[in-house]
């Protein structure tokens, strides 16, 4: 059974930073393409960030340059590191999974940031 934790959310003045982590469970993590999603409220979920069992990423447009995706399959964890954090990118922030036969969500965590 597929499980996805994040953490590392929370409250954050507008140009900071903060780091989101995601740990897996029940899935061979490191074949896994791992990605960050977040969904303002009034908003579609959106892609923010991707990274394939290779270690190639890609970003939205509105977050390059100022995230940044990684993973340590040693540890089963994916991350993302946000810096100079704006208004805008307050949302919940989920980790989804997803293999030729498996996928997955995590529960969420809220990032906030205030201007």
Not at 37 to 43: D, E, N, S, T
Not at 46 to 63: F, N, P
Not at 71 to 99: F, I, W
Not at 110 to 115: D, I, L
Request: with cysteine; aromatic share 10%; proline share 2%.
């Amino acid at each position: 059974q597929v499980q996805l934790v994040e953490s590392g959310g929370g409250l954050v003045q507008a140009g900071g930073s903060l780091r989101l982590s995601c740990a897996a469970s029940g899935i061979i993590f490191s074949i896994a393409t791992m990605e960050w999603y977040r969904q303002a409220p009034g908003k579609q979920r959106e892609l923010v960030a991707a990274i394939t069992s290779g270690g190639s990423t890609d970003y939205a447009d509105s977050v390059k340059g100022r995230f940044t995706i990684s993973r340590d399959n040693a540890k089963s964890t994916l991350y993302l590191q946000m810096n100079s954090l704006k208004p805008e990118d307050t949302a919940v922030y989920y980790c989804h999974c997803r293999g030729n036969y498996f996928s997955g969500w995590g529960q969420g965590t809220q990032v906030t940031v205030s201007s």
